[in-house]
């Protein structure tokens, strides 16, 4: 089985469908030994969302089909997210209580919203790289001094205040690091969210000794998805990012009702992203059969996007050809959104080293 086949065949498996035909697909797929599982295992690594399959499987009845290194090897996947989840959550509530003390409710946002408020019924299933969190600008300096007095330091400098986020910080030994945002959006993007929105309506938690939030069910979705097709591009190089299309699917059942898509789609219209809205929409229901919304057309654009994301995914080094050919121009257009990006850029034309970045961008490396 090719990459491309690999991609389609954990699509299946962590797809909403719990037909009888389509778990009969799956098991003929398994039986037949098409599946080259080395592929299959780097294909689920690589889209973050391998720690989710062993359960993806048992789902859909075909564990028993599987050969039992595989089995092994996905249940320790599991088993090591789920402690570095559990750390990651332990690192969550100190941070709560940190703020706490300066009298601030730390709002969680994405793969920490999820982690924090239960959405994943089993919570090593959700890869986490960092802990992103929205602070009051005008508290922004008092949450880093009191991090900086429990030992997080600055790990990279990323410019701020460019950047809608701070540097991000970390203590040794930490599970993940932490980005404090002043604004959950890009500069670009800010005005889809603005964050007054989620702090007005924010969900507070209490959990143990900490007291943190997490954004609004609405405000949730509409920064999930801008996230992921505007600020990271996906849909204009052509990405199908599974992990994000997977908490989509996780979250429309379990606030579908608490989601007023008519407001969502006419907030994406009038920013100029309803191609952007569709696509992710679009792709979420055909890569795991999650249902769209009767209030969401999906324009032509939306699915001339997707046939290409989908075509590319059975042609990968054309998804690599079109990010680096794409991304300096979308960087550059990025750079003349705002006046404080303007000087950024400017000062950047200015130092040497910085051309010398952008090479290794153009190039794929770091």
Avoid at 38 to 53: L, R, T
Avoid at 123 to 140: C, K, N
């Amino acid at each position: 089985m090719s990459r491309p086949g690999a991609f389609w065949f954990l699509c299946g498996c962590l797809s909403l469908d719990q037909s009888q035909a389509r778990r009969d697909e799956l098991r003929r797929t398994v039986n037949s030994g098409a599946i080259q599982w080395e592929i299959f295992i780097k294909v689920a690594s690589e889209n973050m969302i391998a720690p989710a399959v062993l359960d993806a499987f048992r789902n859909k009845g075909i564990e028993d089909a599987l050969p039992s290194d595989v089995i092994d090897f996905f249940d320790g996947i599991a088993v090591l997210n789920r402690l570095r989840n559990e750390k990651i959550r332990a690192e969550a509530l100190q941070l709560a209580k940190v703020f706490n003390d300066l009298n601030v409710i730390p709002i969680f946002l994405k793969g920490g919203a999820n982690l924090m408020s239960g959405l994943y019924a089993n919570p090593a299933h959700r890869v986490m790289v960092d802990l992103d969190v929205l602070v009051p600008v005008d508290r922004l300096s008092d949450c880093v001094a009191g991090l900086a007095g429990k030992g997080y330091n600055i790990l990279v400098d990323n410019d701020f205040p460019a950047h809608h986020h701070y540097p991000p910080l970390a203590r040794p030994n930490a599970a993940a690091s932490v980005e404090l945002h002043v604004e959950p959006l890009d500069k670009p993007y800010r005005s889809l969210l603005d964050p007054s929105e989620i702090f007005d309506e924010a969900v507070i938690l209490h959990q143990g000794l900490a007291k943190l939030a997490v954004p609004s069910p609405q405000c949730r979705l509409i920064h999930a998805i801008a996230h992921t097709q505007l600020a990271n591009h996906s849909y204009i190089y052509g990405q199908l990012p599974l992990r994000e299309f997977v908490d989509f699917a996780l979250f429309d059942q379990s606030y579908k009702h608490a989601i007023d898509w008519k407001r969502i789609v006419k907030r994406f219209s009038d920013f100029g992203a309803a191609t952007a809205l569709a696509f992710h929409l679009l792709a979420a229901e055909r890569l795991l059969d999650v249902r769209i919304d009767e209030n969401v057309g999906v324009p032509a654009m939306a699915k001339v996007f997707y046939r290409r994301a989908e075509w590319q995914t059975d042609h990968p080094k054309w998804l690599i050809f079109s990010i680096k050919l794409l991304r300096p121009w979308l960087l550059l257009w990025r750079s003349f959104s705002h006046p404080i990006l303007k000087q950024r850029l400017f000062r950047n034309l200015r130092d040497r080293a910085w051309y010398s970045r952008q090479w290794r961008i153009m190039r794929g490396q770091r």
